[in-house]
C-alpha cells in the first residue's frame, strides 16, 4: 500500500521479498498490478518446504532467511541505503536488521505489526496452545533479544506492542518509535470497480439481509460471536430475514474448523449462518464487502487489538456494526468517520453483561442495513494509505536524525 508514495515523498526504495513459486498457499495475481512499475522487486528463493518440514521448520522466514541474508548483503555491498525497515509478521528475517547493521553501518526499524515474542500462551493449557508452541516461543524469544536492543526505531500498529518491547529491553527505550496503523487503500477500490470483480467462492442471498464478516476467527473471538447471536436471537423478531457469512476463518488449509457454524449449531441458529473457513485473496474480499448489507466485526476486548482491517471496512461504504474495547482506536475511528455502530467493553465483562450491552444498540442494528454511507474521503483522509505512508517517511527521517546525532 506504502509503495505508490514513497517517491513522491522523497524516498527511493527497493524491495526483498520471497519469490511466490516458493510460497505455500492461494495467491492473488491481482496484487502484482499494484506494484508501481517504479519500484525495484529482488526476489529470493527459499527451501523447499517437504524438506525442512520434516524437522519442524515450515516458516517461510526460516526456509528463506540464507537467501535474505544473501541478496541484502549483496546491495548493501553495490550501493549505499539510508536504512533497512523490516514490515513483516515473519520475524526471523528481521534479525538481519543487527547483522546489516553491525556490518555496513545502516540503520533498522522494525514495524511490530503483531507481537514478535508472543508471551499469550504461557500461561495457557497445553491442551489450548499451538502446535511445537515451546519451540516457536524458544526460537522468537531468543531472536527478539538478539536483536531489537540493537532498532533504531519502532513501529507498531498498537502503542502497547511498543511499550513492551522497551520495558523488556531498557537500552532502548528512547530510540524514535510511532504507531501506524495500516491504512485503506484507495487505488485497490478503484481498481475492482475499473474490472468490475465479483466475490469468489460465495454468491450473496439476494433475498435476504447480508451480514459480512471477512478474516480470521479463533477461540477467543467466539465469546463475542455468541453475545451477539444470543442479543440478536432475543431483539430480533424476523430472524430469518437475516443470513450471516463468515468468510476466511481459518489460517490452515486441509481439514475446515468451522468453529462459527458449530456455535450457531449450539445457539439454534442453523440456516442463518454460513462459514467459508477457506481464505480468499484480497481483491475478492474487497468486491464481496462492497456486496453486502452490513459489515459485522466482532472485534476484541483487547484494547492494543486494532484490527488493520477496519480502515478497508470503512472505505466499502457499507455500515459496520463491532464489538471493541472502549479505549481502542478502531472505535475511535468508527465513530469518527460516522461508519456505524460500535458496542464499547472494557475487557472484563462476563458473557451476560456483554449481552446485555450490546442489547442497547440492537435497536439500532434493525435498521442498519437501510443506512446510506455518508462516509466521505475527506473524512478518513488521514486514515488513507497515503496520509500513512507521509507519517512512515517522517519517521524514517526521525530515525536518521536520531543516528546522525548519536554518531556526532
Not at 101 to 130: H, T
Not at 151 to 168: F, L, Q
Not at 169 to 196: H, M, Q, T, W
Amino acid at each position: 500500500m506504502s509503495l505508490h508514495y514513497y517517491k513522491e515523498f522523497g524516498w527511493d526504495v527497493e524491495v526483498i521479498c520471497v519469490d511466490e513459486k516458493f510460497v505455500e498457499g492461494f495467491r492473488d495475481n491481482y496484487l502484482l498490478e499494484t506494484v508501481p512499475e517504479n519500484v525495484l522487486v529482488h526476489r529470493v528463493e527459499a527451501w523447499p518446504l517437504s524438506a525442512t518440514s520434516r524437522f519442524g521448520l515450515g516458516s517461510l522466514s526460516i526456509r528463506s532467511y540464507y537467501y535474505f541474508k544473501k541478496k541484502g548483503t549483496a546491495l548493501l555491498k553495490r550501493k549505499k541505503f539510508d536504512l533497512v525497515f523490516f514490515s513483516t509478521t515473519m520475524f526471523h528475517v528481521c534479525a538481519l536488521g543487527r547483522y546489516w547493521k553491525e556490518k555496513f553501518g545502516v540503520p533498522f526499524v522494525i514495524d511490530l505489526q503483531d507481537p514478535w515474542r508472543n508471551d499469550f500462551y504461557l500461561s495457557k493449557p497445553k491442551a489450548e496452545r499451538p502446535p511445537k508452541f515451546w519451540l516457536a516461543h524458544f526460537i522468537h524469544k531468543h531472536l527478539e533479544a538478539m536483536t531489537m536492543p540493537y532498532a533504531d526505531g519502532i513501529m507498531a500498529v498498537s502503542r502497547g506492542y511498543i511499550e513492551e518491547v522497551k520495558k523488556r529491553y531498557p537500552v532502548i527505550k528512547n530510540i524514535p518509535s510511532v504507531v501506524i496503523p495500516f491504512g485503506c487503500a484507495v487505488k485497490d477500490f478503484e481498481l475492482v470497480k475499473e474490472r468490475n470483480l465479483q466475490p469468489e467462492i460465495i454468491g450473496l442471498n439476494d433475498h435476504k439481509i447480508n451480514v459480512v464478516y471477512l478474516g480470521a476467527v479463533t477461540k477467543y473471538f467466539l465469546p463475542l460471536i455468541q453475545a451477539f447471536f444470543e442479543s440478536f436471537k432475543k431483539n430480533i423478531r424476523e430472524t430469518a430475514k437475516y443470513h450471516f457469512y463468515f468468510i476466511g476463518t481459518s489460517y490452515t488449509t486441509g481439514k475446515p474448523n468451522r468453529m462459527v457454524e458449530k456455535l450457531a449449531e449450539d445457539l439454534d441458529m442453523q440456516g442463518l449462518v454460513t462459514e467459508v473457513s477457506e481464505r480468499i485473496s484480497y481483491f475478492s474480499a474487497i468486491a464481496t464487502m462492497q456486496q453486502a448489507d452490513i459489515l459485522f466485526i466482532p472485534g476484541s476486548m483487547d484494547v492494543d487489538y486494532n484490527a488493520s482491517k477496519i480502515y478497508n471496512n470503512i472505505l466499502a461504504k457499507k455500515p459496520i456494526f463491532s464489538v471493541f474495547n472502549n479505549r481502542s482506536l478502531v472505535k475511535e475511528i468508527v465513530e469518527k468517520s460516522n461508519a456505524g455502530i460500535v458496542v464499547g467493553v472494557d475487557g472484563q465483562e462476563t458473557l451476560e453483561e456483554i449481552v446485555a450491552l450490546i442489547d442497547q444498540k440492537m435497536g439500532l442494528f434493525e435498521t442498519l442495513h437501510t443506512h446510506v454511507s455518508t462516509v466521505e474521503l475527506e473524512m478518513i483522509e488521514s486514515f488513507t494509505a497515503r496520509n500513512k505512508t507521509k507519517e512512515q517517511v517522517a519517521f524514517f527521517n526521525s530515525v536518521i536524525l536520531n543516528k546522525q546525532k548519536i554518531s556526532l
